[in-house]
C-alpha cells in the first residue's frame, strides 16, 4: 500500500541510520544523537541524494517541482556571472576589433595620401569622426597620428586573397596588416568552416576589371556646386569612363581604368577640381545570381572577414 506524500516524506527524513547506508551509501553529511539523517536543503551534493532515495520511495509517481526547487535556487548567483561576464567580454572584444579597424584604416589613408594632418586630408577626417563615434578613445587617434608623422608606426603590408564561393561566386578580399602570416591563418581558419575556398594563381582576377574611382570637388577650395555637365566635359578630354555624383554633396567621382588614375585626376586639377581621393576597386566582367541558402552562407562569410581587424574591401561578382 502506498504513502501518502507527506507520510513518506516524513518517514524518509526519519529514517535510521543503517536505511540510509543502505540505500545511498555516497550521501555525505552528518547524523543527530538519535542516528536520524540530517538534510541540507540548500546543499548541492545532498540534495542529489535526496532525489535518488524520493526516486525509489515514489517509483513511477511524478515528485511535486517544489522538491527540487533548492538546486536552481542555489546556482542562481552562478549562472548570473556567467551571463555578465559572457556579455563583457564580447563587448570587450568589438571594442578592441574597433579601435584596431580605426588604427589600420588611419595608417593605410595616411600612407596613400602623404598627410597625417587631418585639416588637409578630408578622408583621414572622416575616419577619425567615424571612429569618435564608435567611442573609439582619443588617446588612441592622436598615438596613430603622432607616430605616423614622425615616422615610428610599423610598415604595413597591403595584400588580397583570392576566394570562391557557392554557386559560381567568386570574390577577392583584401587586407592591410603587420603581421601578414598570422592575420593568413585566422582568415584560412574561417574559411575551413564555411562553402568556400582560397585559390592560388591568378585564375579569379581574370574575371574582375581593375577600376580607379577619382573623387573631386569643383573649385579650388572645393566648395562650389556640383556641376555634372561640366565634369563630363572634363572626363571626355581625360580619358575617364564614367561620371557620377559623389557620396558627399557637392562631391563628383570619375570612373576610369587603373593606369589612367593619375592622368584623371592631373586632368581634374587643371580644370580647377580640388581631388579629394583616389580609390582603385575590382569591378567583375560578369555576374552570377544566388539563391536564398547561398546568399545567406555568403553573407556569414563575409560577416566573419569584415569582422577581421586587418580587413580593407571585398570584392564579389554577386549581390548579397
Not at 602570416?181 to 585559390?199: D, G, N, P
Amino acid at each position: 500500500m502506498s504513502l501518502p506524500f507527506d507520510a513518506a516524506l516524513s518517514n524518509f527524513c526519519t529514517a535510521p541510520r543503517n536505511f540510509n547506508n543502505q540505500i545511498s551509501r555516497q550521501s555525505t553529511g552528518a547524523f543527530s544523537a538519535d542516528g536520524r539523517r540530517r538534510f541540507v536543503s540548500d546543499t548541492v551534493q545532498r540534495d542529489l541524494s535526496r532525489r535518488k532515495i524520493l526516486s525509489r520511495l515514489f517509483s513511477g509517481r511524478n515528485l511535486p517541482a517544489r522538491c527540487f526547487s533548492t538546486t536552481a535556487h542555489s546556482l542562481a548567483g552562478h549562472s548570473h556571472w556567467k551571463n555578465v561576464k559572457g556579455t563583457k567580454e564580447a563587448k570587450d572584444a568589438q571594442k578592441s576589433n574597433n579601435a584596431n579597424r580605426v588604427v589600420r584604416d588611419m595608417r593605410v589613408c595616411i600612407r596613400a595620401t602623404g598627410s597625417a594632418n587631418p585639416k588637409d586630408n578630408p578622408e583621414l577626417a572622416r575616419i577619425i569622426q567615424n571612429a569618435r563615434l564608435e567611442n573609439v578613445s582619443g588617446e588612441t587617434i592622436d598615438r596613430v597620428l603622432t607616430g605616423s608623422a614622425a615616422g615610428k608606426d610599423k610598415p604595413l603590408t597591403e595584400w588580397q586573397l583570392q576566394c570562391k564561393g557557392p554557386q559560381g561566386s567568386l570574390f577577392i578580399v583584401q587586407f592591410a596588416s603587420v603581421h601578414q602570416k598570422r592575420t593568413e591563418q585566422e582568415i584560412r581558419i574561417i574559411f575551413k568552416k564555411h562553402v568556400a575556398s582560397i585559390e592560388s594563381g591568378n585564375g579569379i582576377l581574370n574575371n574582375f576589371d581593375l577600376k580607379s574611382m577619382v573623387t573631386a570637388k569643383y573649385g579650388s577650395d572645393g566648395s562650389s556646386a556640383l556641376d555634372l555637365e561640366k565634369a563630363e566635359e572634363v572626363a571626355i578630354e581625360a580619358g575617364a569612363e564614367e561620371v557620377v555624383a559623389g557620396e558627399y554633396p557637392g562631391e563628383v567621382v570619375f570612373i576610369c581604368d587603373a593606369k589612367e588614375a593619375s592622368k584623371v585626376a592631373k586632368a581634374a586639377e587643371n580644370a580647377d577640381y580640388k581631388v579629394i581621393e583616389t580609390v582603385t576597386e575590382y569591378v567583375p566582367k560578369t555576374t552570377v545570381e544566388l539563391s536564398d541558402e547561398a546568399r545567406a552562407e555568403l553573407n556569414a562569410l563575409k560577416a566573419k572577414l569584415e569582422a577581421n581587424a586587418d580587413f580593407l574591401n571585398i570584392h564579389l561578382n554577386c549581390e548579397t
